[in-house]
């Protein structure tokens, strides 16, 4: 039986908390505040073309050049490449786990793949690159993967091509200056062909986002920047889906997510505002 988009972000969400537990240390807030935007981009917004089955993910084979055969790209497993299809580009990549118990959730990845994260030889990594699943580039420096986006939509644009491009960010790379540049060039390129998905979860590494650089109003500044901005509560799999059909002429669209980082683990609230990373000092904790 398919899985409804709420089953697929309960999954996303208990898959990295089973392997934060497994593992003593992960990830576990990005699961939490944007489980429901991955479920919704892979149900509901992204035109990806399907996989014939999950695909089991292979070693780390060398950088991609004309005379390594063996390099596969993390793309696949979004489907092969078409003119129409979507393109994904993960943006914050400390989202890679997330991203994995995504592609494991709608069928793309082999469930047995985590088994291979962050070892030595995997292209599974705990900051995903391009030959990691479902990774198009690598994005490992905040605020540099929107600025990649831009290329290929624009290249797409210029070649005819009619699928979007989508991102994935962290309310946290609006802090970075490169983000600013990027919303000028979409904004002078009258750039529609891509969309950008933001977990506004209102934390970064250091703690809560007001308490290192305040970036509000988000919204105004975007829109002042050329965008077109929709607000969502960031749970609602439905709303989440349908903003993504709003009409941008011109202009990017931006969804701001409105997420909670301990949402669906309540017991991660204690550890506020120190979300980032969860790290277990005992068993008992644990």
Not at 65 to 70: E, P
Not at 83 to 99: A, C, G, K, M, N
Request: hydrophobic content about 35%; proline content about 5%.
């Amino acid at each position: 039986m398919q899985k409804t988009v709420k089953e697929i972000a309960s999954g996303i969400r208990r898959r990295v908390l089973e392997h934060t537990i497994k593992n003593n240390g992960g990830y576990l807030s990005q699961a939490c505040s944007s489980a429901e935007i991955f479920a919704a981009l892979y149900t509901g917004v992204m035109k990806l073309n399907p996989v014939a089955r999950p695909i089991k993910p292979g070693p780390f084979c060398g950088t991609p050049s004309a005379a390594n055969n063996a390099y596969s790209p993390g793309y696949l497993f979004n489907g092969a490449h078409t003119p129409e299809s979507d393109r994904f580009i993960l943006s914050p990549t400390h989202y890679s786990l997330v991203l994995y118990a995504a592609l494991i959730e709608t069928g793309r990845m082999d469930a047995s793949g985590l088994d291979d994260f962050n070892k030595d030889g995997s292209s599974v990594e705990m900051i995903g690159a391009e030959h990691s699943p479902g990774m198009e580039v690598m994005t490992g420096s905040l605020g540099q993967g929107l600025s990649q986006a831009i290329g290929m939509a624009l290249g797409r644009r210029m070649k005819g091509e009619t699928g979007r491009t989508w991102v994935f960010m962290s309310d946290g790379e609006f802090q970075i200056g490169m983000v600013w540049e990027a919303f000028q060039f979409m904004s002078h390129y009258k750039m529609d062909n891509i969309g950008i998905y933001v977990d506004v979860n209102k934390q970064q590494c250091d703690g809560s986002m007001d308490t290192v650089v305040c970036i509000d109003p988000l919204e105004d500044r975007l829109k002042a920047f050329g965008a077109i901005v929709r607000r969502v509560y960031g749970h609602n799999t439905d709303e989440l889906a349908a903003v993504s059909r709003t009409k941008s002429p011109g202009k990017p669209l931006v969804v701001l997510a409105e997420t909670c980082p301990w949402q669906g683990i309540d017991i991660l609230k204690s550890n506020a505002p120190k979300l980032h990373y969860v790290r277990f000092r005992n068993e008992e904790e644990k």
